[in-house]
């Protein structure tokens, strides 16, 4: 079985930073493209950042120039460093990634984990 699991969520004012991190476990062989999506209250979810094969990166425009996504093969390792944060990035955050094991591959998704930012 696979597990995606994110954590360093929290609570942070204004202008602060945090950085995500979401690992991988499981009988894993490849991870592929994996993405971090958001999803505000009352609000549909929304793709903020990808990072594919090859480190393809692709970023929501209200994100670009103050998040950066990275990743750590050896550790099965995503992050999500988010700098400058404004009220309107709160939200849930989850992770997102295809993933090959030795029986399919398939998207598999974390739980989430809770961002606030105060004004």
């Known amino acids: 079985q696979v597990q995606l699991v994110e954590s360093g969520g929290g609570l942070v004012q204004a202008g602060g930073s945090l950085r995500l991190s979401c690992a991988a476990s499981?009988?894993?062989?490849?991870?592929?493209?994996v993405a971090w999506h958001r999803q505000a209250p009352g609000k549909q979810r929304e793709l903020v950042a990808v990072?594919?094969?090859?480190?393809?990166?692709n970023y929501a425009d209200s994100v670009k120039g103050r998040f950066t996504i990275s990743r750590d093969n050896a550790k099965n390792t995503v992050y999500l460093q988010m700098n400058s944060l404004k009220p309107e990035d709160t939200a849930v955050y989850y992770c997102?990634?295809?993933?090959?094991?030795?029986?399919?591959?398939?998207?598999?998704w974390g739980q989430g984990t809770q961002v606030t930012v105060s004004s």
């Open positions: 990072i594919a094969s090859g480190d393809n990166i």
């Open positions: 997102n990634a295809y993933i090959t094991t030795i029986f399919r591959s398939k998207d598999y």
């Open positions: 499981g009988s894993i062989l490849s991870i592929n493209a």
